[in-house]
């Protein structure tokens, strides 16, 4: 039976996980290649969430529990303090990063992945990953 | 040319993708016949490929043209991708990444549309 973080379930966490790597690295990359001096708060944050997803992929693609947790938990703060920031204040951020308004631009999906990637941690932890 | 293509590869990706999720549903593993339809996706994201760089070269309106190629590349290297891993995959959440890859090709040939008409 595999066990690691990275089979069975997982793999689609990290399929996921993988996708918004490098959606978000991708995207900041461009803008701060072509336009850095736009929204250089906006820009540098959406690097650092494209950092923080190409950990968390890593992590978990790898069976490491506690950078996965670390990493995902502060995409979890991440999320929600960019995603209040940017809903009381609009002039904080003039372009939109990945974690804008909770994710909405994403469908929410960057609100609601560090829930399923927290939870799929502590399952592992508690060594209960069959499916 | 562009339209056509990237409509195609856009609904049979998110058709394939509904697919999936019944497959996941009912714990089922890829099937053959699954792994013809993901090879057409494929098939359709290379022509996409090329008929974008061809219109990409002979239009003069302003297409953004890096983010727009960079699109076309990794839809390309998605469908490869997103097989390998849901074969390797012995539970019923192979089909799950399957789910995951064609969604993704869906959106993204959405994106490519809205690139190319600006």
């Known amino acids: 039976m595999a066990d690691g973080l990275q089979h069975g379930f997982g793999r689609v966490v990290v399929a996921v996980y993988a996708v918004f790597a490098l959606s978000a690295s991708a995207r900041s990359l461009y803008q701060l290649v072509t336009k850095a001096s736009e929204a250089p708060l906006a820009y540098a944050l959406s690097a650092l969430a494209g950092v923080i997803y190409i950990l968390a992929t890593f992590a978990l693609a790898t069976n490491r529990r506690w950078l996965a947790a670390a990493s995902i938990g502060f995409e979890l703060v991440g999320v929600l303090v960019v995603g209040l920031l940017t809903v009381f204040d609009e002039t904080l951020f003039p372009d939109a990063t990945v974690w804008s308004e909770f994710g909405a631009g994403y469908g929410f999906v960057p609100l609601v992945l560090p829930f399923i990637g927290l939870a799929w941690v502590l399952k592992a932890r508690r060594g209960n990953l069959a499916v | ?118």
């Open chain 2, 1 to 118: 040319m562009i339209d056509g293509v990237a409509y195609t590869v856009g609904w049979l990706s998110l058709a394939i993708a509904l697919w999936a999720a019944w497959k996941t549903i009912r714990h089922t593993r890829i099937s053959d016949a699954m792994f013809y339809a993901i090879s057409a996706v494929e098939v359709g994201t290379i022509v996409l490929l090329i008929a974008g760089l061809a219109g990409l070269a002979s239009t003069e309106r302003n297409v953004e043209g890096a983010v727009f190629v960079s699109y076309l590349v990794t839809l390309v290297l998605i469908p490869p991708v997103t097989l390998v891993w849901g074969v390797a995959e012995k539970s019923r959440w192979g089909t799950g990444v399957v789910l995951i890859g064609m969604w993704t090709v869906g959106i993204m040939a959405v994106r490519v549309l809205q690139l190319w008409h600006g």
